[in-house]
């Protein structure tokens, strides 16, 4: 360790005799604590649209975040601190970011990187773009332009290492992953071609159900469909897509209850970050 991280270190009023100085530092755990994980981010690896070109000239010779320790970008979910939303989020793409979000062990933090990622950019309530990648996970840092310049994110990366700087040990509401019993429940990703609310899914698999036995939208005999695939008396195919709609419905189910806690846990969490 060097004499300047021993300086950054140092976290008392108690005097350090000059011979010392450069060899010893005093300081509490929560400090080093911190020190040592803002030192070390590990960033996912991947990235959406324009902005992802911005991120890749990052970690490139002439910004090198090397300098941060936040070279090493992991194509694992398993193996990284922090995600970095770099581009457009479409409808379709949110699925799969949220459930690489799941994937990611806690201490975790996420990076809104431009301005798609921050509320829908030029593309904000377009037919196939998501309205801010904070709807469906919580952000620690927004970085805003169209895109970011490298600079801009380095500036985010150091406002995260002051955000990690301000989380106490000592108080469980910054460090909830080291809590007594689970920390947040894990988000679910919304399933679906589109966006669909999974608490709706008992209506879409009837109306999947009238549509593959033939009859039009918004007729309601369930009953009567189930006996027709029961019976056979509905095509192969028609039973097939029918069944896979009925299967869908029962991970909706559990899904929905899912959602709601996860609801609740980015509300926890939105509510920890506006206190810091
Ligand atoms: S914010 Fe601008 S540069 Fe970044 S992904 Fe959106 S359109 Fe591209």
Known sequence: MSSLDLRQLHDTEFPIPDEMQGNLAITSLSKVYNWSRRSSVWPMLFGLACCAIEMIATAASRYDTARFGMEVMRASPRQSDLMIVSGTVTKKMVVPIVRLYNQMPEPKYVIAMGACASGGGPFKEGYNVVSGMD????????????????QALINGLIALQKKIDGQSLANMDDVPWYGVGPSDPVPI??????????????MIREQAMLAAAGQPYGVRELPAVAMQIATKKISAGAAVAAVSAASVV???????????????????????????
């Open 135 to 150: 709807q469906y996970v919580p952000v620690d840092v927004y970085i805003p332009g169209c895109p970011p310049t490298p």
């Open 189 to 202: 990703p919304i399933l679906g071609p589109d966006i669909i609310d999974p608490r709706q899914m008992g």
């Open 250 to 276: 029962v991970d909706a189910e559990a899904e929905a209850a899912r959602l709601e806690r996860r609801q609740e846990a980015v509300a926890r969490k939105r509510a920890l970050l506006a206190k810091s």
